[in-house]
């Protein structure tokens, strides 16, 4: 599967890693919206949130605890963040390996998602 964030996962195309586990992995968007700027993805490939099941759906709640942390250390959990999953073509999804965009670090425009 011609899929970038699986080669990415797989250490085919670079990035900057900012977490792993046996689940998740996460790194820096290469064109970055705002100061803080990570993609939360699933190491399993699944295209977006519509294909997300009950078989597939805990790695869901691990991203989550991930950003939790993620915020934390990345010193945004006071100040706000947001957290976005773009679905599809209404919404600008380009890549289509569900991710999730954490985003901070500066007062965040609505437009920005
Ligand atoms: P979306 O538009 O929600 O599908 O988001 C895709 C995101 O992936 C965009 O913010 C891109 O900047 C980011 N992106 C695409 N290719 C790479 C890459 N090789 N490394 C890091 N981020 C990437
Ligand atoms: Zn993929």
Request: net charge negative; proline share 4%; charged share 20%.
């Amino acid at each position: 599967m011609d899929c970038i964030f699986c080669k990415i996962i797989k250490g085919e195309i670079p990035s900057k890693k900012v977490y792993e586990d046996e689940l998740v992995y996460a790194f820096n968007d290469i064109n970055p919206m705002a100061p803080v700027h990570v993609l939360i993805i699933p190491k399993q490939h699944i295209s977006s949130v519509n294909e997300v099941t009950p078989e597939n759906s805990a790695v869901i709640s691990r991203i989550y605890e991930v950003a939790a942390k993620l915020a934390s250390e990345l010193g945004i959990a006071e100040s706000g963040y947001r957290i976005v999953s773009n679905t599809g073509a209404d919404s600008g999804q380009t890549v289509f390996h569900l991710h999730f965009h954490l985003l901070g670090g500066t007062k965040l425009r609505f437009e920005m998602c």
